[in-house]
């Protein structure tokens, strides 16, 4: 059981937006700006999209967008791209028992209709 | 440009230590800023976070497998290692070495895979 929650599969067709869902608590998302999101492809080491909730590395469109509230936090993806078709992962710094670490949620299958 | 390379056996048998290495190119493992650490992934699942360490030897464990891992730097080679002991077939995954900043991976190895089987 992964310690913050995603829905298992997302869709939409092309040029539409979808935002998939991350749930965590107070010790995880809620309580910390380090928020992180991952782009998966099949056979491919992760990719970082989205860091630090809502900041953007160079080089990823600015199609896609994090925002958090409360423990939630949220991936966008706009105008959606056959390419963005992947596994999407959130994750976030954690302190538990005073001991810091990184939890990732369960994944997200994103499907491009 | 940052490469991270792991090396180390694809096959393990239960109940041995699992031992890695990455090496790292294109940049110092010394950098202050980052952490270095492993990722893994069991095949067909999602992401574990395994544990961390920083230039100086300062780790950070997940809390589910501190019991088990030690992870080291040798900042002679720029390299760091993972010792997982008491292996598994539930060990079995993908193992990725991954650079990361304030709890956000952004470089990953190619990954390997560690398969636990007698």
């Known amino acids: 059981q992964s310690a913050l929650t995603q829905p298992p599969s997302a869709s939409g067709s092309p040029g539409q937006s979808v935002s998939i869902s991350c749930t965590g608590t107070s010790s995880d998302i809620g309580g910390y700006n380090y928020v992180s999101w991952y782009q998966q492809h099949p056979g491919k080491a992760p990719k970082l999209m989205i860091y630090?909730?809502?900041k953007r590395p160079s080089g990823v469109p600015d199609r896609f967008s994090g925002s958090r509230s409360g423990n939630t936090a949220s991936l966008t993806v706009s105008g959606l791209q056959a390419e963005d078709e992947a596994d999407y992962y959130c994750s976030s710094h954690a302190v538990s028992n005073n001991l810091a670490h990184v939890v990732f949620g369960g994944g997200t299958k994103l499907t491009v209709l | 440009q940052l490469q991270l390379q792991e090396s180390g056996p694809g096959l393990v048998k239960p109940s041995e230590t699992l031992s890695l290495t990455c090496t790292v190119s294109?940049?110092?493992?010394?950098?202050?800023?980052?952490?270095w650490g492993w990722v893994r992934q069991p095949p067909g699942k999602g992401l574990e976070w395994i544990g961390t360490?920083?230039?100086?030897?300062?780790?950070y464990y997940s809390p589910s497998l501190r019991s088990r891992v030690t992870i080291s730097i040798d900042t002679s080679r720029n390299q760091f290692s993972l010792k997982l002991t008491s292996m598994t077939a539930a060990d079995t995954a993908v193992y990725y070495c991954?650079?990361?900043?304030?709890?956000?991976?952004?470089?990953w190895g190619q990954g390997t895979l560690v398969t636990v089987s007698s």
């Open positions: 294109g940049g110092s493992i010394t950098t202050t800023n980052y952490y």
């Open positions: 630090e909730v809502s």
């Open positions: 991954t650079r990361e900043e304030h709890s956000s991976v952004d470089y």
């Open positions: 360490i920083n230039y100086s030897g300062r780790t």
